[in-house]
Antibody
């Protein structure tokens, strides 16, 4: 059973860069899956941030694209998120997730990490 | 981006009730729709994918239907553990998007 675990600072200063890592266990990050980041501001809904394939190919949400970088480290079986120029609006629980597909479409999310709260505050 | 509109945004129901939640897409998405259940402080849990396929291990009281722009999630007989927030997600186009959520509360 694939398990995902987010890690990273819980507090980031405004204008700084949010950095999170998702460690994958019970499966290989080099499998035929896309790996995503999804966030949820307190009390609000879910927002897809972007995804990466083990080859390094990425897709980003246009609303965040200018500030987001997702990378993969196959040697450590993990992938990472960097979000630059953060403001209070970026305060959220950040989830990593494994995308699944029936082959005819893009991805839904079968496996999720537990989530990590990142607060943007001075 | 494709907008997903869920209705209602919240509802109150009793144990044993039949509950229906709808998700309308701003443009056709074929059957590329998933439903998730989220409880407070927890990650979303996949219930339904491809609009009507039940995820392994999910009780059969959950079902999904629809294609194109209009979709429904039905809980045939609401159980105490089903009180949660439900989200739809489309995976037909980038960016992947979610509905605003439907909170199912105890009447």
């Amino acid at each position: 059973q694939v398990q995902l675990q987010e890690s990273g600072p819980g507090l980031v200063k405004p204008s700084g860069t949010l950095s999170l890592t998702c460690a994958v266990s019970g499966g290989s990050i080099s499998s035929s899956n896309w790996w995503s980041w999804v966030r949820q501001p307190p009390g609000k809904g879910l927002e897809w941030i972007g995804e990466i394939y083990h080859s390094g190919s990425t897709n980003y949400n246009p609303s965040l694209k200018s500030r987001v970088t997702i990378s993969v480290d196959k040697s450590k079986n993990q992938f990472s998120l960097k979000l630059s120029s953060v403001t209070a609006a970026d305060t959220a629980v950040y989830y990593c997730a494994r995308g699944c597909s029936s082959g005819w479409s893009l991805e839904y999310f079968q496996h999720w990490g537990q989530g990590t709260l990142v607060t943007v505050s001075s | 981006a494709i907008q997903l509109t869920q209705s209602p945004s919240s509802l109150s129901a009793s144990v044993g009730d039949r509950v229906t939640i709808t998700c309308r897409a701003s443009q056709g998405i074929s059957s590329a729709l998933a439903w998730y259940q989220q409880k407070p402080g927890k990650a979303p849990k996949l219930l339904i994918y491809d609009a009507s396929s039940l995820e392994s291990g999910v009780p059969s009281r959950f079902s999904g239907s629809g294609s194109g722009t209009d979709f429904t999630l039905t809980i045939s007989s609401l159980q105490p553990e089903d009180f949660a927030t439900y989200y739809c997600q489309q995976f037909n186009n980038y960016p992947l998007t979610f509905g605003g959520g439907t909170k199912v509360e105890i009447k």
